[in-house]
């Protein structure tokens, strides 16, 4: 079966009024536009084109979630559990209401996330920095009494990210954490050397989100710019925001986020930092392939694959030995099932083909992103 599907922007306060409208070369509506969800997920299942939904063809089985994302301003920091911590959360609050705003987990499945760029410049937070680096870029921000503490407390011994974090959104810190943001405004301003983009952002992201201990939270993290093409991929454990920009992202079937700051939403601080990932290290930058048309972007799960194709008006056969999402983000683009019927596929919309098909064709000019569950979906 194939089957053409679509689906209404999801209107976050964080969306970009612009980016999804430019995308698909429409006037835009007028307020943000967040995401767009193609999946069975119960909250937003994709809609069927002909009618109906697509919760109603899986029986809401789809083991992913493919969404287009758009920020304009950056969405909140966040962590997400392993299986294990999820199961064992989903078991802790088995009495607690589904809706009740004090439950942290909404299923018992982890989130891992892979993004990629489809704007020529997408900025996020992604995993915590080495602390030496985190040292040198201190520096740089003067000998203010709030950089001192910091500094300090992260020289100490033992898990001293974890403890950090810990500290900074207990509420105990709110005078550190205005001095090391007005710290942080102060040498923005001015030339930073090697930190010059880093401080920056996070300045900018302090005008969002004025006085809020995620601005110093954000400070401990690494700043990474993808540019169109490029991704990341996100496991459990690992502290991450997205600032800017407009992507191709796809996770696990999951709802579970446990949140670190730059939000007004609840933040359970001890919750956060039993499943939080203290591990340092910049998180791989997954580039596109420099020949052919195909890139693929390996990541460590079974959940989803994910590959990137540019058609330059030759065919792509792929191979559908899996529930497939044909996602079209450029140009012109056919997909021919099994039957030789084809679908013409508008940037912004999806090809859904069920494992019966077998084999799809893309065809015309332009860019498709081809989603999967992992190992299940690649080009013939």
């Given at each position: 079966?194939?089957?053409?599907?679509?689906?209404?922007?999801?209107?976050?306060?964080?969306?970009?009024?612009?980016?999804?409208?430019?995308?698909?070369?429409?006037?835009?509506?007028?307020?943000?536009?967040?995401?767009?969800?193609?999946?069975?997920?119960?909250?937003?299942?994709?809609?069927?084109?002909?009618?109906?939904?697509?919760?109603?063809?899986?029986?809401?089985?789809?083991?992913?979630?493919?969404?287009?994302?758009?920020?304009?301003?950056?969405?909140?920091?966040?962590?997400?559990?392993?299986?294990?911590?999820?199961?064992?959360?989903?078991?802790?609050?088995?009495?607690?209401?589904?809706?009740?705003?004090?439950?942290?987990?909404?299923?018992?499945?982890?989130?891992?996330?892979?993004?990629?760029?489809?704007?020529?410049?997408?900025?996020?937070?992604?995993?915590?920095?080495?602390?030496?680096?985190?040292?040198?870029?201190?520096?740089?921000?003067?000998?203010?009494?709030?950089?001192?503490?910091?500094?300090?407390?992260?020289?100490?011994?033992?898990?001293?990210?974890?403890?950090?974090?810990?500290?900074?959104?207990?509420?105990?810190?709110?005078?550190?954490?205005?001095?090391?943001?007005?710290?942080?405004?102060?040498?923005?301003?001015?030339?930073?050397?090697?930190?010059?983009?880093?401080?920056?952002?996070?300045?900018?992201?302090?005008?969002?989100?004025?006085?809020?201990?995620?601005?110093?939270?954000?400070?401990?993290?690494?700043?990474?710019?993808?540019?169109?093409?490029?991704?990341?991929?996100?496991?459990?454990?690992?502290?991450?925001?997205?600032?800017?920009?407009?992507?191709?992202?796809?996770?696990?079937?999951?709802?579970?986020?446990?949140?670190?700051?730059?939000?007004?939403?609840?933040?359970?601080?001890?919750?956060?930092?039993?499943?939080?990932?203290?591990?340092?290290?910049?998180?791989?930058?997954?580039?596109?392939?420099?020949?052919?048309?195909?890139?693929?972007?390996?990541?460590?799960?079974?959940?989803?694959?994910?590959?990137?194709?540019?058609?330059?008006?030759?065919?792509?056969?792929?191979?559908?030995?899996?529930?497939?999402?044909?996602?079209?983000?450029?140009?012109?683009?056919?997909?021919r099932g099994a039957s030789g019927d084809a679908v013409a596929i508008p940037i912004g919309t999806a090809a859904f083909a069920t494992p019966d098909e077998g084999r799809v064709t893309l065809s015309?000019?332009?860019?498709?992103?081809?989603?999967?569950?992992?190992?299940?979906?690649?080009?013939?």
């Amino acid at each position: 079966m194939l089957l053409s599907l679509s689906n209404v922007p999801r209107d976050y306060a964080w969306g970009s009024p612009t980016l999804l409208a430019d995308l698909e070369g429409r006037v835009p509506a007028g307020g943000p536009e967040a995401e767009v969800w193609f999946g069975d997920h119960p909250g937003d299942p994709a809609d069927v084109r002909g009618g109906g939904t697509l919760d109603a063809v899986t029986g809401g089985s789809l083991p992913y979630l493919l969404k287009l994302l758009a920020a304009d301003s950056p969405l909140s920091i966040q962590v997400h559990p392993t299986i294990e911590q999820a199961k064992a959360g989903w078991a802790r609050e088995s009495e607690v209401a589904a809706d009740d705003p004090n439950r942290n987990y909404r299923d018992d499945n982890h989130k891992p996330e892979l993004i990629v760029a489809l704007s020529e410049r997408f900025e996020s937070l992604s995993g915590l920095r080495p602390l030496p680096d985190t040292q040198r870029l201190l520096s740089a921000l003067g000998e203010g009494t709030g950089v001192a503490e910091l500094s300090s407390r992260l020289g100490a011994d033992g898990d001293v990210l974890r403890d950090t974090i810990g500290w900074l959104l207990s509420g105990e810190a709110q005078a550190v954490v205005d001095d090391i943001i007005a710290s942080v405004r102060a040498a923005a301003d001015k030339d930073s050397g090697e930190w010059a983009t880093t401080l920056r952002a996070v300045a900018a992201i302090a005008d969002t989100y004025q006085g809020d201990p995620g601005v110093v939270v954000a400070l401990l993290m690494n700043h990474v710019v993808l540019h169109r093409g490029e991704g990341v991929f996100l496991r459990a454990g690992l502290l991450h925001a997205y600032i800017s920009g407009l992507g191709v992202e796809i996770m696990a079937a999951s709802d579970n986020v446990l949140r670190g700051g730059l939000t007004p939403k609840r933040i359970d601080v001890p919750e956060l930092l039993s499943i939080l990932d203290t591990t340092t290290g910049e998180v791989p930058v997954l580039r596109p392939a420099e020949v052919g048309a195909i890139t693929e972007y390996p990541v460590p799960v079974e959940d989803f694959a994910l590959s990137r194709v540019v058609l330059d008006g030759e065919e792509v056969p792929v191979e559908v030995s899996g529930p497939t999402m044909v996602l079209v983000t450029a140009g012109r683009v056919e997909v021919r099932g099994a039957s030789g019927d084809a679908v013409a596929i508008p940037i912004g919309t999806a090809a859904f083909a069920t494992p019966d098909e077998g084999r799809v064709t893309l065809s015309g000019q332009g860019e498709a992103f081809i989603a999967s569950p992992g190992g299940s979906g690649a080009a013939a």
